[in-house]
């Protein structure tokens, strides 16, 4: 079982960054796939970035080229770093992870960071 726990959300304005953490109980190799989802109220749980085993990437149309996703295989941690934040971007954000080659569904959720960009 992997346990995934997030941290680095909070309360920022428009325009400003955040840099969300995901760090794993186990290796995150054993992982094939893991990325961001974010839920804002009302709406569904959408993944917003991925990031497979060999590094590639994958990045909603919503935030590329605002959001960074990345890994670091020795600290068993994905990284989503977040510039130029726009109010929509206020939403639950949920680390996951998947075993195979797609995160949806994923087979680990987090418990979610709370982001919140006032404008």
């Known amino acids: 079982q992997v346990q995934l726990v997030e941290s680095g959300g909070g309360l920022v304005q428009a325009g400003g960054s955040l840099r969300l953490s995901c760090a794993a109980s186990?290796?995150?190799?054993?992982?094939?796939?893991m990325g961001w989802y974010r839920q804002a109220p009302g709406k569904q749980r959408e993944l917003v970035a991925s990031?497979?085993?060999?590094?590639?990437?994958a990045l909603a149309d919503s935030v590329k080229g605002r959001f960074t996703i990345s890994r670091d295989n020795a600290k068993n941690t994905i990284y989503l770093q977040m510039n130029s934040l726009k109010p929509e971007d206020t939403a639950v954000y949920y680390c996951?992870?998947?075993?195979?080659?797609?995160?949806?569904?994923?087979?680990?959720w987090g418990q979610g960071t709370q982001v919140t960009v006032s404008s």
């Open positions: 186990g290796s995150i190799l054993s992982m094939n796939t």
């Open positions: 990031i497979i085993r060999r590094g590639s990437t």
């Open positions: 996951a992870a998947g075993l195979r080659g797609s995160l949806v569904p994923p087979d680990y």
